[in-house]
T-cell receptor, first 114, second 110 residues
Framework: ETGVTQTPRHLVMGMTNKKSLKCEQH?????MYWYKQSAKKPLELMFV???????ENNSVPSRFSPECPNSSHLFLHLHTLQPEDSALYLC?????????????FGDGTRLSIL | TQLLEQSPQFLSIQEGENLTVYCNSS?????LQWYRQEPGEGPVLLVT???GGEVKKLNRLTFQFGDARKDSSLHITAAQPGDTGLYLC??????????WGAGTKLIIKP
C-alpha cells in the first residue's frame, strides 16, 4: 500500500479514443505530479499541481490535459494520442512542491497506443 | 540540458556479491535522492543525501554524496534477490525541478 493509487493499471487505446487516467493520494499531501516513464530514459515531469493550482507544465503536447479538482485527486485526460505516447504514466505526491521533498509514487498506468 | 548520468545501465550478478552503481553530473545539487523501483510498481524513496561527503547506510546499502555534491554512489554488500529493481537517482538543482537519471537496472540471481 503506497498511499497513492492509480487507475487503471493498464490501458490500450486507439489513436482516436478519449480516455482518462486517475490518481488518488491518501497522504494529506499538497502537491501532485504526473510523470512519463519510457524504457532507458529519465523520468519526464509533465505537470505539477500545488494546492490544486498548476505550477509547472513542461511543454507537454495539448493532447494531454490534466485536471486537479482537489488536493487528493489528479486526472490526466488523453485524446488523439500518438504511438510514441505509449509508456508508463506515474503519479506522485509530496508534502509540498519544494524540490527536496520526497515523492511518493503510485504504481503507474501502462498505456499502449495502437 | 541538465543531465544526470547513471552507470552502469544494466547489471546482473550472483547473490552474495558486492556492487556499486553511480550517479554523475556536471551540476551541483543541494540534495540528491535515491529511489528503487521494483517491476510493476512505482519508485520508492530509499534515502536523501544533503551534505557533501555524507555517507548514509540502510542495512546492506551504503550511499555516498560526493564532496562537491555533483555525484553519488550506492554500494550494496552481499546482494540478495530482493535487491532486484531499477535504481534511480534524482538531484535537486536550483533552477529546475528534480533532475532524474535513467536508472540502473539491477538483477540479482539466486
Amino acid at each position: 500500500e503506497t498511499g497513492v493509487t492509480q487507475t487503471p493499471r493498464h490501458l490500450v487505446m486507439g489513436m482516436t479514443n478519449k480516455k482518462s487516467l486517475k490518481c488518488e493520494q491518501h497522504l494529506g499531501h499538497n502537491a501532485m505530479y504526473w510523470y512519463k516513464q519510457s524504457a532507458k530514459k529519465p523520468l519526464e515531469l509533465m505537470f505539477v499541481y500545488s494546492l490544486e493550482e498548476r505550477v509547472e507544465n513542461n511543454s507537454v503536447p495539448s493532447r494531454f490535459s490534466p485536471e486537479c479538482p482537489n488536493s487528493s485527486h489528479l486526472f490526466l485526460h488523453l485524446h488523439t494520442l500518438q504511438p510514441e505516447d505509449s509508456a508508463l504514466y506515474l503519479c506522485a505526491s509530496s508534502q509540498d512542491s519544494d524540490r527536496n521533498q520526497p515523492q511518493h509514487f503510485g504504481d503507474g498506468t501502462r498505456l499502449s497506443i495502437l | 540540458t541538465q543531465l544526470l548520468e547513471q552507470s552502469p545501465q544494466f547489471l546482473s550478478i550472483q547473490e552474495g556479491e558486492n556492487l556499486t552503481v553511480y550517479c554523475n553530473s556536471s551540476s551541483v545539487f543541494s540534495s540528491l535522492q535515491w529511489y528503487r523501483q521494483e517491476p510493476g510498481e512505482g519508485p520508492v524513496l530509499l534515502v536523501t543525501v544533503v551534505t557533501g561527503g555524507e555517507v548514509k547506510k540502510l542495512n546492506r546499502l551504503t550511499f555516498q554524496f560526493g564532496d562537491a555534491r555533483k555525484d553519488s554512489s550506492l554500494h550494496i554488500t552481499a546482494a540478495q534477490p530482493g535487491d532486484t529493481g531499477l535504481y534511480l537517482c534524482a538531484g535537486d538543482e536550483s533552477n529546475y525541478q528534480l533532475i532524474w537519471g535513467a536508472g540502473t537496472k539491477l538483477i540479482i540471481k539466486p
